[in-house]
């Protein structure tokens, strides 16, 4: 049996749907509710007004994130071997680019990075820096380990991050091409293996 949604699970939804769309200044109370079936002003029954909506939007989908994605709270294994890394990776990077919630919030982020500071500080955080922090953690571990060379943890996760951001970001404009974004992602993971393995 499937769960029926909550009234604020689906204002949630909507204003996700329609923030990705149109962006968050394109949508008003009004449309929000009328996407998900209620009237603009019966909206302030679930939420002070759209900049919570926000808010609350954001903060769930990092928290969804980090459960399905790794992030510190819910740490990924540490690698006991390049190849072990290249898988993990991997699965993290079909995730994000296949996970309708995650893609529709990178939209959200990418429209609306120039034109608000705070979706600016949270679109830098999201797209990069956090990933970046966890794979300079992972990669601090592995050295430990002498799985991976001896190096700047902080620029071997640059290196290993920065790229394949792009490279989703491509597939975002381009979703045709996901298929053969992928395949470069992998082979990008692997080129990055062969090259800083201790082995």
Known sequence: MVNKKTTRERILDSALNLFSEKGYDGVGVDLIGEKCGLKGPSIYKHFKGKEEILDIL???????????????????????????????????????????????????????????????KIASNHICESISDLYCNIF??????????????????????????????????????????LEIIKKYFEHFAKKYSSV
């Open 58 to 120: 954001i903060s769930h989908i990092e928290d969804y994130y980090s459960e399905n994605f790794g992030f510190e709270k819910n740490a990924v294994k540490i690698p006991n071997s390049m190849e072990e890394l290249v898988t993990i990776a991997f699965e993290q990077i079909n995730f994000t680019i296949n996970d309708e919630s995650i893609k529709k919030t990178r939209k959200l982020l990418t429209l609306e990075q120039f034109r608000n500071k705070k979706i600016a």
């Open 140 to 181: 601090q571990k592995m050295m430990d380990k002498n799985v991976i060379q001896k190096s700047d943890a902080k620029m071997l996760a640059i290196e290993f991050v920065y790229p394949v951001s792009l490279l989703i970001q491509t597939c975002d404009r381009e979703p045709e091409r996901k298929d053969e974004i």
